[in-house]
Nanobody, 122 residues
Framework: QVQPVESGGGLVQAGGSLRLSCAAS????????MGWFRQAPGKEREFVAA????????YYADSVKGRFTISRDNAKNTVYLQMNSLKPEDTAVYYC???????????????WGQGTQVTVSS
């Protein structure tokens, strides 16, 4: 099992960019699909993006498609979320999660990080 740890959050102006990183412990990182979720104040957690074991397949929520890019480096046990053209409505705590199994897109995520705050000012 892997344990994700997020970093890279912060405060950015609307239209700006941030890159989140998620370092996952465990020797089997490359066997997990990885995903990013977010939760804004007063709202439920929502899916943002997912990436396959090799990184060759990705899947995005419509709200971030074309602005966010998920990628991974299995040699570094790390998954990234590049966020461009940020909007105030992207403000949320962003969580990294790992999914075992083989369904695509992943239906259940087994391990979760503690989250990193992203705040986009207008």
């Amino acid at each position: 099992q892997v344990q994700p740890v997020e970093s890279g959050g912060g405060l950015v102006q609307a239209g700006g960019s941030l890159r989140l990183s998620c370092a996952a412990s465990g020797r089997t990182f490359s066997s997990y699909r990885m995903g990013w979720f977010r939760q804004a104040p007063g709202k439920e957690r929502e899916f943002v993006a997912a990436i396959s074991w090799s990184g060759g397949t990705t899947y995005y929520a419509d709200s971030v498609k074309g602005r966010f890019t998920i990628s991974r480096d299995n040699a570094k046990n790390t998954v990234y979320l590049q966020m461009n053209s940020l909007k105030p409505e992207d403000t949320a705590v962003y969580y990294c999660a790992a999914a075992a199994g083989s369904s695509w897109p992943p239906q259940r995520f087994d391990s979760w990080g503690q989250g990193t705050q992203v705040t986009v000012s207008s």
